[in-house]
Structures are given as C-alpha cells and as structure tokens.
C-alpha cells in the first residue's frame, strides 16, 4: 500500500487576523481550535488514503460508532514552538509518532506510518503559521493527533475503518499562573493501570478512569492526582497528564516503566538533559514512605511532574488519607528550575540543538 500524500483543502473562511489575535491574546489551554485540520481515513483492504487538509469543523456520527461504546481511541500531544530565529519546530515529533503507534497496537487499531504522522502535523502547522504564539514566552500551539473507530455496530471486536485527525490549539501552559508548585493526593483507593493493562497507551480510556479520582484530590483541596501501582499501592507511578522526578541533592531519580505508566517524552529527554547538565540520572523505584522519609531527613530535597503540556512543575506539598507534608519549603527547588530552564531554552533556540532534537517545519 502506498503512503498518501495530503491534499490540501483550505478554508475559504478562516478567521480574521483581529479574531486570531483576540482568541491569542488569552488561549488558556485547549479552549480554542485554528482553522483547519488534517484528516485521514482507513479502511481494511485499502489502507490509509482520503488524506487532506480541510477547515476545521464537527464530525457527524452514527448514534451506533464503535468509539462512543467501546473507547478503540488513542491520541498525542506534542508543541509547535516558534523560535527567536522566527523558524517553528516540533520537539521530538518522531518519538510521538512511534508512541502513537505503540498505542495503536496496544488497542487493536492500525499502525500509522511514521512518515505520514510528521507529514499531517508539519502540513497542519505550516497552513496555520499565524497561530503559533510568538518566541519568548511560554505560548505554544498545541497540537493533538489522534485517531478512532468509525465503523457502526455494536460488535465488541476491532473496528474495519478508522479516522485519523491532527487538531491545532494555541495554548498557554496546562498550570496557569507561571511556575506555582502544585499539591498532590496519593490516591490509595483508585489505581490508573495494572500490568498488562493499557496504562502504557495513550488511549482515552485511562483518562476517563482517573476522573473519579481527580475529583476525590480535588475535594481534598489538591491539585492533581499521584497514582500508586496496583498491587501493593505503595510503588509511585505518575501523575495525572505527567511523569514524577524525584531530586536527591546531584541525583534525579524517575520511576522505572513497568509497563502501566505513559512512556514520556519530557520524561526521557530529561534523562539524557539532566546528565548533559552534570547531574546523575536513573529510572528506579521510590515508594510513598520513602518519599515521606526523604523528605523529613532532607536526602529528598525536590520533586517535580514533567509533561508536553506541563512542561516542569515542582511539586509544593503531598496530601493522602494517612498523611500529609510540604515538600522541603513548599517553593520550586533549584533543580528543577534549571532543568525546566533547559529544556525550553532547547525547545525556543535559546540553546543548541546538540541532540537533533528539534524538528524544523517552516
Ligand atoms: N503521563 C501521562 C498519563 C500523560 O498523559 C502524559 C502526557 O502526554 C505524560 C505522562 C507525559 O508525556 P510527554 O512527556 O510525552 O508529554
Ligand atoms: C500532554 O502533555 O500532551 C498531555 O497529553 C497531557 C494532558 C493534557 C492529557
């Protein structure tokens, strides 16, 4: 089968430039959506074709779509960073396309050729140029491919046709409010993922699973959920739409992938940055009562939560139905700062690329 190209099908009404600009001058995070969309279809026998860019726009679907039952529904997220040099590029967009297509396997769904993923996120970006904030700040425009059944049945097996979509967001950070350190609920009764599970996956399921929990931190005045593996709900996992780092003094320590946790990018590439910067980094395990303990003997001296959306952001104080403490001070730790530092002067061309990670569209 060949790989399609994609046609483009732009709109005839796309916003004025004083609508872009009024939506720009406040985005939030993932409120407002640019002018078009990239769209691909496939079907069984035939493969992905009917590529093309179109404005963006509803869907129609049957009551019976096997997605709206069953949840055969993966995604992606990954930033457009416009860049001193006035050039925009993605962040590692070929480790997206390869999640994407461990997911897909994960859910039964088919693989997407990495080539294509690329081709629909830099054909969406370059169409929508406009939308991507400007350099220096911490605006971006978000961009969220994904993919889900579109055959109608109620059948309980893998769907024969899909829709793959990119969308386009421009967007402020996912924490508003600059670098504020958020306080964390270890949830002990709710668990995201088990082993064998789809917790590697990003799939929509496991997001509609941590809601219950979400709402039970947040009744507890916290911010954001720390999920505990399912076994002896003592192993930290991740937390909500993020990875967890933990700093002991020059070493940075992230929890290993066992399989039920999402497989970060930010996570992975602070690996090899944190080494870049001196730093010793390694995937281990921590438990929440070593968490306790190296924060009330001073060895634990940083935790922080990293993610596309999140970037880098310290955690200030843990809260559970047993216990709860301030990590260190309660302020964003130096660690972290220069870390997250790092990572977006890479991102914006503030520092040298030394790892071709950046993938340049316009
Ligand atoms: N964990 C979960 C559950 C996520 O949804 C995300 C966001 O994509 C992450 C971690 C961080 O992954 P990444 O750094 O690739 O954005
Ligand atoms: C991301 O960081 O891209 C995420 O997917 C997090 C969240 C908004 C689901």
Not at 273 to 298: M, P, Q
């Amino acid at each position: 089968m060949t790989t399609p190209t994609i046609e483009l099908k732009p709109s005839a009404h796309p916003l004025s430039d004083a609508e872009r600009e009024a939506i720009m001058a406040n985005p939030g995070f993932g409120r407002h959506f640019t002018d078009h969309m990239v769209t691909i279809k496939w079907t069984e026998g035939r493969g992905w074709h009917d590529a093309e860019l179109v404005p963006y726009a509803p869907l129609s679907l049957d009551p019976a779509n096997m997605t709206l039952h069953y949840a055969q529904t993966i995604f992606e997220g990954l930033k457009a960073y416009r860049r001193a040099d006035g050039t925009i590029a993605t962040f590692r967009p070929e480790a997206n396309a390869e999640r994407f297509n461990a997911s897909a396997r994960r859910m039964a769904m088919p693989e997407l050729p990495p080539e294509l993923f690329l081709a629909a996120c830099d054909t969406l970006v370059t169409q929508e140029q406009a939308w991507v904030p400007g350099a220096g700040g911490e605006e971006t425009l978000y961009l969220r491919p994904f993919m889900f059944a579109t055959e109608v049945g109620l059948g309980v097996r893998p769907s024969n046709e899909y829709l793959f979509i990119v969308i386009a967001s421009p967007s402020a950070p996912f924490f508003a409010g600059g670098v504020k350190p958020v306080t964390v609920w270890l949830s002990e009764e709710y668990v995201r993922a088990v082993k064998g599970g789809t917790g590697a996956a990003k799939t929509g399921g496991n997001y509609a699973a941590s809601l219950a929990a979400a709402a039970e931190a947040k009744s507890h005045g916290c911010d954001q959920v720390v999920w505990l593996d399912a076994f002896e709900h003592r192993w930290i996992e991740e937390m909500g739409g993020m990875n967890l780092y933990f700093v002991y003094g020059n070493k940075i320590v992230t929890p290993e992938l066992t399989g039920s946790l999402l497989p970060g990018i930010t996570r992975d590439s602070l690996l090899t940055i944190a080494r870049d910067l001196g730093y010793e980094a390694v995937e281990g395990r921590i438990s929440t009562e070593d968490w306790k303990r190296g924060n009330e003997d001073g060895t634990l001296t940083e935790v922080f939560a990293c993610g596309t959306a999140a970037v880098i952001t310290p955690v200030g104080a843990v809260k559970s139905a047993r216990a709860d403490w301030t990590q260190a001070d309660g302020q964003p730790g130096e660690v972290t700062m220069k870390l997250r530092k790092a990572l977006l002067d890479l991102q914006s061309g503030a520092s040298a690329d030394t790892h071709g990670w950046m993938h340049q569209i316009v």
